[in-house]
């Protein structure tokens, strides 16, 4: 036998199958992203895609990882500039990253607070990965410029900063982008030293 | 027949039992709460139970929004004082409603976000209840007072900060209120007018 098709490797072929399953995730809530639904716009088996993933919840899964790890990656700060300045383009780029994968995004927000354990153990990841940023990526001379010293309470305010942004971000789309998305920026970029600099 | 009982009225006997079961979910989720334990708590039958409530789904809605009720009243502002000194005031009775019925509260957090639509509109009814007094209660002249107009943008943005205050008081019980009361209280007061006067 011999076949001049290329042949990937099994490895290969589950994660080109994981960005099929993630391009399908930006449209579409996890609840809407079947095993079914990837076989027939992969063209192949059910039954190879059980081979892939096991089970519909490990499917899951590892595409939610995958988008947690996109997100992370879209949002990576640039390595120079001001720490605010470098915030704003991280927080653009989250924004857009919202916009784009709406459907998907929201649904892995709702799944994660649900209780179901996996799910909210990679939301906490992604949310302390985004979070940390403003601690490491920006360093201590960052959060001095902010006139800030890390502490206990900087880092709940932080927290909450971070949830005040998934939350004004998933209710502006939700309500037709009305605010413009430069004065949405500019406003949660200014809210961060504004609440990291209450603890005293 | 005659009896010295009191005899309660079908309806007084349902709010008595609401009541119970508002008392149970202060230390358990709402998944823990069940009409097994409510009827042994009581002390009368399950058959009971069920005449009164239909069924454990209505049981839990009926909890919950009880549940919702109580926690907007207790955080009623008071009627007179600055609007920071009645918004800190509010504030404070929702930390230590929080803190006294922690299991509850945060299974209604999560059951809301898992997608759970009758959960998820008591969830939201009460969200919106509680910042529109930021509007309402200390209105126009309270905004004012903090140098914000009312807009589009402040609305969001007054939205990300109950959703920062949530998730910050949720953690800070999570982690076993390091930081003191009285500073949570003060950086999650100072927070809001620092967040509403950003848009310009």
């Given at each position: ?18 960005d099929l399953g993630l391009q399908l995730l930006s449209t579409r809530s996890l609840e ?133 942004t998934e939350e004004v971000v998933l209710e502006w789309v939700r309500g037709g982008c ?23």
């Open positions: 036998m011999s076949s001049t098709r290329t042949r990937l490797s099994p490895d290969l072929r589950r994660e080109q199958l994981l809407e992203l079947s095993i079914d639904l990837l076989a027939e716009t992969a063209g192949i088996s059910r039954g190879l895609l059980y081979h892939y993933f096991g089970s519909k919840q490990d499917f899951h899964l590892a595409v939610v990882r995958r988008a947690a790890d996109e997100m992370i990656r879209v949002t990576a700060p640039r390595p120079e500039g001001a720490p605010l300045e470098r915030l704003a383009g991280s927080l653009e780029a989250y924004v857009d990253y919202v916009l784009a994968n709406y459907e998907g995004y929201a649904s892995l927000v709702r799944g994660a607070a649900s209780g179901n354990p996996a799910l909210r153990q990679i939301y906490e990841e992604t949310r302390t990965a985004l979070t940390d940023r403003i601690f490491e990526a920006s360093g201590a001379a960052g959060l001095r410029d902010l006139g800030v010293t890390d502490s206990p309470a900087v880092r709940l305010m932080a927290r909450g900063w971070s949830a005040m009305e605010v413009p998305k430069t004065e949405l920026l500019r406003l949660l970029t200014a809210a961060l030293p504004a609440v990291l600099s209450g603890p005293r």
